[in-house]
């Protein structure tokens, strides 16, 4: 019966994996706050861990011929390009408007109108491979043991 779980448990484990190694390297300089459990950016990937396990545990358990495992990997794609270039195309755009409204006249209402947006929500491709990394690791360790 775990062999069925082992398709939400693998990815389940890499996000853990990946989230609980961001929190921890963000300890090392700064107070951890609930955000940086579910943050976005930094090292390494929770999104490309969690898809990459998911492709690898499918590939593996169902073969890479399997139209479930192509559906996955095209799923994964679109994760992992996401992650890379529209996420940092994003950030830049906030980090602009941010800069426009700082230099617009500081009063109460731009500041309740205008909240400061995110201007780190992607990824690095290096950030990236490291969460393939730990995904790829994952889900080769629940393919041994179960």
């Not at 941010?98 to 990824?123: A, C, Q, T």
Request: charged fraction near 10%; include cysteine; aromatic fraction near 12%.
């Amino acid at each position: 019966m775990i062999f069925m779980y082992i398709y939400l448990l693998c990815p389940i484990i890499a996000f853990t994996l990946a989230q609980g190694t961001k929190v921890f390297i963000h300890s090392l300089s700064h107070k951890v706050t609930w955000h940086d459990v579910f943050a976005y950016s930094d090292m390494p990937s929770g999104h490309t861990a969690v898809v990459t396990a998911l492709v690898v545990i499918l590939g593996l358990n169902l073969g890479i011929s399997s139209p479930v495992f192509a559906v996955a990997f095209v799923f994964a794609t679109i994760v992992i390009v996401d992650a890379i270039g529209l996420r940092n195309y994003l950030g830049q755009h906030g980090k602009t408007l941010n800069i426009l409204v700082k230099d617009l006249k500081e009063d109460e209402f731009l500041d309740r109108s205008y909240p400061r947006l995110l201007e780190h929500i992607g990824h690095t491709p290096f950030q990236v491979i490291i969460g393939a990394l730990v995904g790829i690791a994952t889900s080769l360790m629940g393919y041994w043991l179960f």
